[in-house]
């Protein structure tokens, strides 16, 4: 049992630390190579998304994934947000038309559903890494996006390791049963700590990195429940087995996409 467990989280580690490798590259290099990183990592998180989904009801993936794509190479020419809501509101008249033509040709029809589930992936999914993209744009994107990704991991692994040890208060006993508050606490701590690091490393002021750190380690762990709730209603234990150790992208981004949305609202829209 002691092996399993050691070379399970060995394997966590290692596909971890190549995630990091790979993303941390992306945003010190940035341009192309940051958008098509990102661009991949939505698709196929969009894939898992839709394959949960799919399991209990039809989802239009194709109209799904041509918004997408839509989207996301939206961010290489423009930010303005027009775009968006234009593809949002033509995605779900096209699923609403597909609907009406399975009605006729079948006598049934699932729109509601249908609608709901190919929409939500673009707003759960492909939209929040189209804000993480735009982040690299920005005058400070570079400090941004390393603090918003360092964070998140730092957070991630503390409140991992010390809701092993320590972990007795559940904290959503019903959403995730083996998640506890000693760990999200410590997961809080763990990403304020990551961000007055990278203040001190990078001799900047404290206080804005402070309270990025606490927005990552707050949002990042509600992304994380989110997600949960969203296997447990799907019935699978991971969106996906593509890293190892880690299940599927959306297990192991499900942290980053509601912490960047933040991000990006607090430093390219109010600020």
């Known amino acids: 049992?002691?092996?399993?467990?050691?070379?399970?989280?060995?394997?966590?580690?290692?596909?971890?630390?190549?995630?990091?490798?790979?993303?941390?590259?992306?945003?010190?290099?940035?341009?192309?190579?940051?958008?098509?990183?990102?661009?991949?990592?939505?698709?196929?998180?969009?894939?898992?998304?839709?394959?949960?989904?799919?399991?209990?009801?039809?989802?239009?993936?194709?109209?799904?994934?041509?918004?997408a794509i839509t989207i996301l190479s939206a961010t290489w020419c423009s930010t303005?947000?027009?775009?968006?809501?234009?593809?949002?509101?033509?995605?779900?008249?096209?699923?609403?038309?597909?609907?009406?033509?399975?009605?006729?040709?079948?006598?049934?029809?699932?729109?509601?559903?249908?609608?709901?589930?190919?929409?939500?992936?673009?707003?759960?999914?492909?939209?929040?890494?189209?804000?993480?993209?735009?982040?690299?744009?920005?005058?400070?994107?570079?400090?941004?996006?390393?603090t918003l990704f360092a964070c998140t991991w730092s957070c991630d692994v503390a409140a991992f390791f010390a809701g092993k040890k320590w972990g007795r208060a559940p904290l959503s006993p019903a959403v995730s049963p083996k998640k506890t508050w000693e760990g999200f606490f410590s997961g809080l701590l763990g990403s304020i700590l990551c961000a007055t690091f990278i203040a001190y490393a990078l001799a900047l002021p404290p206080f804005p990195l402070v309270l990025m750190g606490t927005l990552v380690g707050i949002a990042g762990q509600l992304g994380d429940l989110s997600e949960s709730l969203l296997k447990r209603e799907t019935g699978v234990k991971d969106s996906g087995h593509l890293i190892p150790g880690h299940g599927g992208l959306l297990d192991r981004f499900d942290s980053i996409i509601l912490s960047g949305t933040l991000f990006y609202l607090l430093f390219e829209l109010l600020l």
């Not at 630390?17 to 940035?30: H, K, P, Q, R």
């Not at 509101?89 to 559903?113: M, P, Q, Y």
Request: hydrophobic share 50%; proline share 1%.
């Open 1 to 67: 049992m002691r092996y399993k467990l050691d070379d399970e989280l060995l394997k966590r580690t290692a596909s971890g630390l190549v995630l990091a490798v790979a993303f941390l590259s992306g945003i010190y290099i940035g341009g192309i190579y940051w958008q098509l990183l990102c661009s991949a990592i939505a698709l196929l998180s969009l894939r898992e998304y839709y394959g949960m989904l799919s399991i209990h009801f039809h989802v239009s993936k194709g109209i799904g994934f041509g918004a």
């Open 80 to 146: 303005r947000a027009e775009i968006y809501l234009v593809v949002l509101v033509v995605s779900t008249f096209a699923v609403f038309i597909c609907e009406i033509i399975r009605r006729e040709l079948k006598g049934h029809s699932t729109a509601l559903r249908n609608v709901g589930g190919t929409t939500s992936g673009l707003l759960y999914v492909v939209l929040p890494w189209s804000f993480i993209i735009q982040l690299r744009f920005n005058p400070l994107g570079l400090i941004l996006l390393l």
